[in-house]
């Protein structure tokens, strides 16, 4: 086995340049497509040039998605090429930064991918993906229960990643604290918190949350100072921004007249600049994929009043910025303005500039492109449910490489994509109701129900009034639901919903098994489920 793995990294050693470039993914935080001038237009006021720059350069995509509209399932699906849904729960928990692991996640991931290509592979920035922290008593880990004095035993090595300066969660997730290459950097003796949600817990004594954007590219720079030509690599950096806490360095307070938000969108759009300088210092800016996305929409609960506050993102608005841009919803929703995501790759000499791609594009695609760009070849098990778009980078008027795509809310409401047309299997925006984000989902529920008029049974939940249906071409705010006057239409979107779970896969290839049981009615409120008919 390792001399047909050598074998094939001299194999891929020898493919011209041209097909086996570079890669540096570049991942926002909570970034909305409507926080960047190239996407929002004249209804965004932060200005953001750098970012702009990549896409008058390159190949700027208008339908890409997250997989889900909220953190942690995202970045799930994209490090693995499978819907998170798929995974089964996580294990070894603690509060906050201390999520843990879901079993499998990292037994095919971008970085083994890369490797098995012959890739140097790097992650710098947020990690969010699960850590086990060896504790003082060898039970799970927890605020009291962390030997900091010991390495990571699980993280970004097991994922395939040879370095690594990562902050275990979102940057208002403790601990505070950065680990390179698996090892704790500096002490963590202090208790902090920050002002979004000032969630109190372990961190580093000389931690702030300021420094943090500015720390991880800078870090990206270090590493890119050490590759050369003479071997590809490939770098994952997550920015831990625009996310709350809204945090600009000294260098950026004041730069906007939006505000703070706008601040931090600056910074986040400096991150790209940085990356784009050190590729360049180093000559690799000719040969090297650089993609730039969001893990999905703007926080309603964002903005410039740095304690979170749900709905503030309508103050934004209010001035005349639109985070979501032209479409409805937010992060944890079901809407467009939660999913659909900005996505931007340039790739001199192979993209050509100034290019638009309408082409359905999901996150979780970018392990099947990866994998042909490199070289690589994926097993039938692996990244199931992601599709290549390189020929699209290649021609953006290349036959769309997918045509239906998967996703879900924050309280897992599945939403389907069948060309234009989307169905959301909830009424409502399908986010918790303490983040004001309309229609409030207690309320769409109960108004469904009371429309329905009888109790429902669990078959009842797959069809109106319990369920969205839109065209996006001829709607794409999401304001008419056609779910009643289109009933065929909704009962085949299910039934491709269904073939998938059951398949455990979305593309050819033999069937799988999910890691756990996924039945429809049990992703439903508790009181709806609680009121459910008996099956015959």
């Not at 705010?477 to 779910?483: K, P």
Request: charged share 20%.
């Amino acid at each position: 086995m390792k001399y047909a793995i050598v074998l094939f990294a001299l194999f891929t050693s020898t493919l011209p340049a041209a097909e086996r470039p570079n890669i540096v993914f570049i991942l926002a935080d909570d970034l909305g497509i409507g926080d960047t001038k190239c996407y929002g237009g004249d209804r965004c006021l932060i200005d953001t040039p750098n970012i702009d720059a990549l896409a008058a350069g390159g190949l700027r995509f208008t339908d890409a998605h997250a997989s889900a509209s909220v953190c942690g399932p995202t970045r799930r699906a994209i490090m693995t090429g499978r819907y998170e849904w798929r995974f089964g729960p996580p294990t070894n928990n603690g509060p906050w930064g201390f999520c843990g692991p879901r079993p499998g996640t990292e037994k095919s991931t971008l970085g083994k991918v890369f490797q098995r290509a012959g890739y140097q592979t790097g992650y710098i920035g947020k990690w969010h993906l699960g850590t086990i922290m060896p504790t003082f008593d060898g039970k799970t880990q927890g605020p009291d229960n962390v030997d900091y004095s010991q390495p990571l035993s699980y993280g970004p090595v097991q994922f395939g990643f040879e370095q690594s300066f990562i902050l275990p969660g979102s940057l208002d997730m403790f601990p505070y604290a950065f680990a390179r290459n698996h090892v704790w950097q500096g002490e963590i003796t202090a208790q902090k918190g920050w002002s979004a949600f000032n969630r109190i817990g372990p961190a580093e004594k000389d931690f702030e949350d300021h420094k943090v954007l500015e720390t991880f590219y800078t870090e990206a720079e270090s590493y890119l100072a050490r590759q050369s030509a003479k071997e590809p690599f490939f770098l994952f950096l997550a920015l831990t921004g625009p996310h709350t806490p809204i945090s600009p360095s000294s260098n950026w307070r004041g730069k906007s007249k939006l505000g703070v938000y706008g601040d931090f969108v600056m910074e986040v759009d400096h991150s790209v600049e940085r990356v784009m300088r050190a590729l360049q210092k180093q000559g690799l800016d000719r040969n090297t994929l650089v993609l730039v996305s969001s893990d999905h929409g703007a926080a309603c609960y964002a903005g410039n009043i740095l304690k979170a506050t749900p709905g503030q993102i309508h103050l934004l608005e209010e001035k005349g910025h639109f985070p979501s841009g032209p479409h409805r919803g937010y992060k944890f929703s079901v809407y467009e303005g939660g999913l659909r995501v900005p996505l931007i790759a340039h790739w001199p000499g192979v993209i050509e500039a100034g290019r638009t791609s309408h082409a359905l594009v999901g996150l979780n695609d970018l392990m099947a492109t990866f994998a042909e760009l490199s070289g690589a070849t994926l097993d039938p098990d692996e990244a199931p449910d992601s599709t290549s778009f390189a020929g699209v980078l290649r021609d953006p008027q290349a036959l769309l490489p997918r045509q239906q795509l998967i996703m879900q809310s924050a309280t897992e409401c599945f939403v389907v994509r069948d060309g234009d047309w989307k169905l959301c299997l909830c009424p409502g925006s399908g986010a918790d109701d303490q983040w004001l984000i309309e229609p409030l989902m207690t309320a769409s529920w109960k108004k469904a129900l009371a429309d329905f008029g009888k109790q429902p049974g669990r078959e009842d939940f797959k069809k109106a009034p319990f369920v969205q249906l839109f065209n996006l071409a001829e709607d794409p705010h999401e304001d008419h639901n056609l779910a009643d006057a289109h009933p065929d239409r909704v009962a085949a979107m299910v039934t491709m919903l269904e073939r998938s779970i059951a398949g455990g896969r979305s593309t050819p290839g033999p069937t799988l098994q999910n890691d756990k049981n996924i039945v429809l009615h049990q992703r439903l409120p508790q009181f709806v489920r609680a009121g459910l008919r008996k099956p015959p």
